[in-house]
């Protein structure tokens, strides 16, 4: 017997935009505008969605905010980890420190990094998201330790270098620069500066 009861349709509509697409354009917008400075308006106007399209795709502006940031270090931060794997420490370094003069002043994205100077105060309710942040760039000065610990057991750097300040001048040498790129320094600027930082990582070398 023939069954001519109507085929069911599947439950909910499919979201109209695509997804990877609006969080790349949230993630320039957090980057642009800060996590507390982008409201959801000016979320949804750059990612051409709803707030309830928002809302039911990313679940909370928080929420999407952490997205954005894996985004970030999947896509432009993964130049650094890539760079670390260097042969050469001291070299990884000067690249990483190079680089991020050069890209933190791109014309063609906004300026600075948008981890290294993210959510550095905030309103008490967003502690966990500073929280968050603050972790990301632990993960990063942990990163470079290792690669500089590394390069001391492979005879790159001096036997008495103190592995966990050097990574943290580098860190704190990579902040620096994204501040003054925010702040509107050239290129030439930054990189006159990452050229003194190299030069003391190069004290270091064996």
């Known amino acids: 017997m023939k069954n001519n009861a109507p085929t069911p349709r599947p439950r909910g509509r499919p979201r109209a935009f695509d997804r990877d697409e609006a969080l790349a354009k949230a993630a320039d917008t957090f980057w642009r505008l800060g996590y507390e400075g982008a409201s959801i308006a000016d979320l949804t106007a750059a990612m051409g969605i709803t707030p309830q399209s928002l809302y039911a795709a990313f679940a909370s502006k928080a929420d999407l905010y952490r997205e954005a940031l894996e ?37 063609d994205r906004p300026h600075g990094c948008m981890v290294s100077t993210a959510v550095l105060t905030c309103a008490t309710e967003n502690d966990p998201v500073a929280r968050h942040v603050a972790g990301l760039r632990t993960a990063t000065i942990n990163l470079i330790r290792a690669r500089i610990e590394r390069g001391i057991s492979e005879g790159q750097l001096k036997g008495e270098t103190n592995a966990a300040s050097l990574a943290r001048f580098v860190g704190a040498m990579i902040q620096g620069m994204s501040v003054q790129a925010q702040d509107g320094a050239p290129t030439e600027a930054l990189s006159a500066l990452a050229d003194h930082a190299v030069a003391e990582i190069e004290r270091h070398r064996a």
């Open 71 to 107: 985004w970030y270090q999947a896509t432009v931060g993964a130049s650094t980890a890539a760079t670390l794997e260097e042969g050469d420490a001291v070299v990884a370094l000067t690249r990483v420190l190079r680089d991020s003069a050069r890209d933190f002043t791109r014309r």
